[in-house]
């Protein structure tokens, strides 16, 4: 389905902490999303003007659920756009262009359905876990704070750097168990670029099919700026229109920018424009 | 051609009538807003947006990307970095090369309910006159722009920030580009971007376009506060600035420039508004080109039409304009 050629004047129906996090939701009358798809977002008011000048450009947020009409996304405050969304509050308004992008692909039968999320990056697997029969999900925080992310999905196995919550370890621990147990699956992954090629690199060696949810700077959302592209077997790609998720076979590796920050993934504008 | 297509096609190509139609070089356009070249990918918003991209087509004449003789894959990202109330951008051309552009892009733009503007860039003057003669001959394109803001291989200089050099490659691709209008994209990272324009002018060029980007360096932030930047942030080194950030240097070069050529001037940089858009108009530019601002919005550029037409309402704060 297309996207509605216009960006629309939302209102905020309310802006939650869940941890380190927050999870904004707004009156969204859609098209509703497909999971793994996303939307670009901007405060309708003080939109700019703060810090250094920014925010200028909208951000870029994957859809972390869709429910009756109200759109959920998943924010941390990591940057001058991330901080305002952060700040807005029931009743303000928020426009949207979207729902953008490509979204997951369902998992060919009898393969089951493995999501591996990290940090900020849990947000399109929560929409995932919403739309499929089954799944087994894992997710990884560096924290106490950051692992209530958590509780956006539902009965998820957690790993944290700090040992607070679940295994002490990397959640690619998690998945290497799941696999050596049973590796008859798909895995669907979102989070830091490291992860993501961690992911990568282990599904590649077992032979197991994998849809990666990747992240650039991204200024537009629909294809005019160049500015998101991955490098992939066949070149550039954009990935607000050839993705955010691609198959992994089509990747030789996730690119990890030595200079970009701790990552923020699911917000699709990590690293420069947050 | 669809009948439904043709008519709305001619509606908006030569039936421009309406309040705000605009002669330039010879075509007739509903509205004197167009876009910048490299800041709208029209091919790729119809696989977003659908058939509503052609309905409400948000520019009365449609500016490519830049295509160059060759395919390019373009610099190696990072590409953006959000500067103070600006967008630093080192995309670097990234085209499919002429052939492939006229084979498989062109006729996907000549559906468009708008006369489509073919920005070129060559290296050289030789490189330049083959890009105009292909795209002379071809009916789908209703002018080309000549992008000079890339170095002489020979000289090393940039073609556009040298008049003497640019009114020399415009004098000599000028008879490549037959009867189609060319327009000569004005550099602004130049000692005085009025002489260039008058050279242009010389050379042949029936119209030209500023400002481009201003050239920007953007430092990747460091490890650490405190500690020194590791280097450029964007995989190209450097970049060129885009959005309100040069506004007030765009409208200096424009009203410069409109003040020493006859030809038409199509003016941009910073333009966010229909306020914006009048300044320029105001300080004789014919038409107006909208860029950074279409990445917030695609359809801004319809918005600020409408508003200098007196319809709808004010571009910020408003959900429904239309």
């Known amino acids: 389905m297309s996207a509605p050629l216009q960006r629309r004047l939302l209102t905020l129906t309310a802006n939650e902490r869940l941890g380190a996090y927050r999870v904004l939701r707004a009156v969204d009358p859609g098209p509703p999303p497909r999971a793994g798809q996303f939307a670009m977002l901007a405060a309708a008011e003080r939109w700019g003007g703060g810090e250094d000048e920014r925010p200028l450009l909208a951000r870029a947020f994957s859809y972390a659920r869709w429910q009756e009409g109200e759109a959920h996304f998943l924010l941390e405050d990591v940057g001058p756009g991330t901080h305002r969304l952060c700040e807005l509050g029931a009743g303000n308004g928020l426009w949207l262009l979207g729902p953008l992008g490509r979204g997951f692909e369902l998992p060919p039968e009898r393969r089951r359905a493995l999501l591996v999320g990290g940090g900020v990056g849990i947000a399109p697997l929560a929409i995932w876990q ?5 799944a087994t999900v894992l997710l990884g ?8 992310g958590a509780g956006l999905c539902r009965d998820a196995l957690l790993a944290t750097d700090d040992g607070s919550h679940g295994h002490h ?7 290497e168990a799941e696999l050596d147990a049973d590796a008859h699956a798909v895995v669907y992954s979102c989070g830091p670029p490291p992860m993501l090629e961690a992911v990568r690199a282990i599904c590649a060696v077992r032979d197991v099919p994998a849809q990666l949810a990747l992240e650039a700077g991204m200024a537009c959302g629909f294809g005019a700026c160049f500015g998101c592209v991955v490098p992939t077997r066949s070149g550039y790609a954009r990935l607000c229109v050839d993705g955010p998720v691609l198959d992994a076979a089509e990747l030789e590796r996730v690119e990890c920018h030595p200079a970009s920050a701790p990552a923020a993934s699911g917000t699709r504008t990590a690293g420069t424009v947050r | 051609m669809p009948s439904r297509e043709r008519s709305r096609r001619e509606r908006h190509a030569y039936g421009g009538n309406g309040p705000l139609s605009v002669d330039f070089c010879g075509l007739t356009l509903a509205h004197p807003v167009i876009n910048g070249s490299g800041t709208f990918d029209a091919i790729a918003a119809r696989r977003v947006f659908g058939a509503a991209l052609d309905e409400r087509f948000p520019f009365a004449a449609f500016v490519s990307k830049t295509i160059t003789l060759q395919p390019r894959a373009g610099n190696p990202p990072p590409r953006l970095w959000e500067a103070p109330a600006g967008l630093v951008n080192s995309i670097g051309l990234p085209n499919k090369g002429l052939q492939r552009y006229l084979a498989e892009d ?6 468009l309910p708008a006369p489509l503007i073919v920005n070129v860039m060559g290296s050289s003057a030789a490189e330049l006159e083959a890009l105009a003669s292909a795209c002379s001959a071809r009916a789908e394109i209703s002018a080309i722009e000549l992008n000079v803001s890339c170095p002489n291989v020979k000289t ?4 556009g920030a040298d008049p003497r050099e640019l009114g020399r490659v415009v004098a000599s691709v000028r008879p490549a580009a037959g009867t189609k209008p060319l327009i000569v ?14 050279a242009a002018q010389a050379g042949g060029a029936d119209a030209v376009s500023l400002i481009n980007t201003l050239r920007a360096y953007a430092p990747a932030p460091p490890a650490r506060a405190g500690h020194p930047s590791p280097g450029p942030w964007l995989g190209g080194g450097s970049g060129g600035l885009s959005g309100p950030a040069v506004r007030a240097v765009a409208l200096a070069q424009v009203a410069a420039v409109a003040a020493r050529v006859s030809i038409p001037v199509i003016g941009m940089g910073g333009i966010q508004t229909a306020a914006d858009a009048r300044r320029f108009l105001e300080l004789g530019a014919t038409l107006v080109a909208v860029g950074t601002a279409s990445f917030s919005d695609p359809l801004i550029g319809a918005r600020i039409a409408a508003e200098l037409a007196g319809r709808g309402h004010r571009v910020s704060g408003n959900a429904t304009p239309f």
């Open chain 1, 130 to 134: 919403d739309a499929l029969d089954e």
């Open chain 2, 106 to 111: 062109l006729p996907e733009l000549a559906r």
């Open chain 1, 169 to 175: 370890g990397r959640v690619t621990d998690l998945l």
């Open chain 2, 185 to 198: 994209k004005l550099t602004p990272n130049c000692a005085d971007v009025s002489a260039c324009a008058a």
């Open chain 1, 141 to 148: 925080f560096r924290d106490a704070a950051h692992a209530h």
């Open chain 2, 156 to 159: 090393g200089l940039d073609i």
